[in-house]
C-alpha cells in the first residue's frame, strides 16, 4: 500500500512545486528581461540604493521581533495555565484566539483608528494622552505591535496547542516542583524546552504574518516593508517586482535560519 502512494504523493509535490515555482520563475524574468537590453540585473542593483528599502526593511524585522516576544509571553503561560487549571475552558480560549480570522482586516483597522483618534480628543488632560501619541511613534510605531499580536493570536494558539497535546505538561510541571523548583522555574527550565518545535513553529508564522501585511500598516500611515514595495511599484513595476523577490527570498532565509537554530539547539539538548 505504502509502494502504491509514493508516486501520488510525487504527482502532489510536483504540483505544489509548480504552483509556487512557475509564479516566481515568471517574476524573476521580468526582472531581469529588458526589451532591447536582454538580460540585466540593473533592478536588483537599484533596490539597495533606493530610499527606504533599508529603514523600511528594519522596522519591519523589528515589529516582528516584538511581536513574537510579546505573544509568547502571553500565550505560553497562559496556555500552560488552562492544560494545568482549566482544560474545560480550552474551548472559550480558542474561540477567543480564533476571532481574528472572522473579523475582516479593514474593520479591525478602523476600529483602532477610531480610537486613536477619539483618545486625543477625550484624554488630553489624562497621563494616557502620552501613551496614546507614543505608541504611534512613526519610528517604531508599537501601535502595529498590538495589532499584529491580536492578528497572530490564531496561528499561535494552534502552534502552541499542537505541542502541548504532544507532551504531558502536568507530569513535567510536577517532576520539577517536587524538585523544589518555583513555578517560574518549571515553566522554564521543563516545559518550554519540550515545546521548542511548538516556539519555532509560532515563530515562524509570525514572522511571515508581520512582513507580509499590508493593510493594516498602510491604513493607519506607516511604512514597514510590504507598505514600502507597493509604493515602489506605483512608479517603478520592475523594480517592485524585484524587490517582492528579495523579500520572498529573505523571509525564506530568515525562517530557515530559525529552523537551522532548533535543529541545532534540539542535537545540542539530545547529546547532552
Known amino acids: 500500500m505504502a509502494r502504491r502512494l509514493n508516486p501520488w504523493r510525487w504527482v502532489v509535490l510536483g504540483l505544489a512545486?509548480?504552483?509556487?515555482?512557475?509564479?516566481?520563475?515568471?517574476?524573476?524574468?521580468?526582472?531581469?528581461?529588458?526589451?532591447?537590453?536582454?538580460?540585466?540585473?540593473?533592478?536588483?542593483?537599484?533596490?539597495?540604493?533606493?530610499?527606504?528599502?533599508?529603514?523600511?526593511?528594519?522596522?519591519?524585522?523589528?515589529?516582528?521581533?516584538?511581536?513574537?516576544?510579546?505573544?509568547?509571553?502571553?500565550?505560553?503561560?497562559?496556555m500552560v495555565a488552562l492544560r494545568l487549571g482549566a482544560p474545560r475552558l480550552r474551548p472559550v480560549v480558542e474561540v477567543v484566539c480564533s476571532l481574528p480570522l472572522v473579523v475582516p482586516p479593514i474593520a479591525f483597522v478602523a476600529g483602532i483608528a477610531t480610537v486613536l483618534k477619539w483618545g486625543p480628543e477625550y484624554l488630553s488632560r489624562t497621563p494616557l494622552f502620552e501613551t496614546i501619541v507614543a505608541i504611534q511613534n512613526p519610528s517604531f510605531p508599537f501601535v502595529l505591535v498590538l495589532a499584529y499580536v491580536v492578528m497572530a493570536l490564531p496561528f499561535v494558539y494552534r502552534a502552541l496547542d499542537s505541542g502541548l497535546r504532544a507532551i504531558d505538561v502536568r507530569t513535567l510541571v510536577e517532576a520539577a516542583r517536587s524538585c523544589g523548583a518555583a513555578w517560574p522555574q518549571a515553566l522554564v527550565r521543563a516545559v518550554l524546552p519540550n515545546l521548542r518545535g511548538a516556539l519555532l513553529n509560532a515563530s515562524f508564522l509570525t514572522l511571515a504574518l508581520v512582513l507580509g501585511e499590508f493593510t493594516v500598516a498602510q491604513l493607519l500611515g506607516f511604512t514597514p516593508f510590504a507598505v514600502w514595495i507597493y509604493s515602489v511599484g506605483g512608479s517603478q513595476a520592475q523594480l517592485s517586482v524585484a524587490v517582492s523577490v528579495l523579500s520572498l527570498?529573505?523571509?525564506?532565509?530568515?525562517?530557515?535560519?530559525?529552523?537551522?537554530?532548533?535543529g541545532r539547539t534540539r542535537t545540542a539538548s539530545s547529546r547532552g
Not at 17 to 26: D, E, I, K, M, S
Not at 249 to 260: I, Q, Y
Open 17 to 78: 512545486a509548480l504552483y509556487f515555482l512557475v509564479p516566481l520563475a515568471a517574476s524573476v524574468i521580468f526582472t531581469v528581461d529588458v526589451p532591447g537590453q536582454g538580460i540585466t540585473f540593473d533592478a536588483y542593483s537599484q533596490i539597495v540604493s533606493t530610499d527606504g528599502f533599508g529603514s523600511s526593511l528594519l522596522l519591519s524585522l523589528e515589529l516582528a521581533v516584538a511581536t513574537i516576544a510579546i505573544v509568547l509571553l502571553l500565550m505560553v503561560p497562559a
Open 249 to 262: 527570498l529573505v523571509t525564506w532565509a530568515l525562517l530557515l535560519t530559525l529552523a537551522g537554530l532548533g
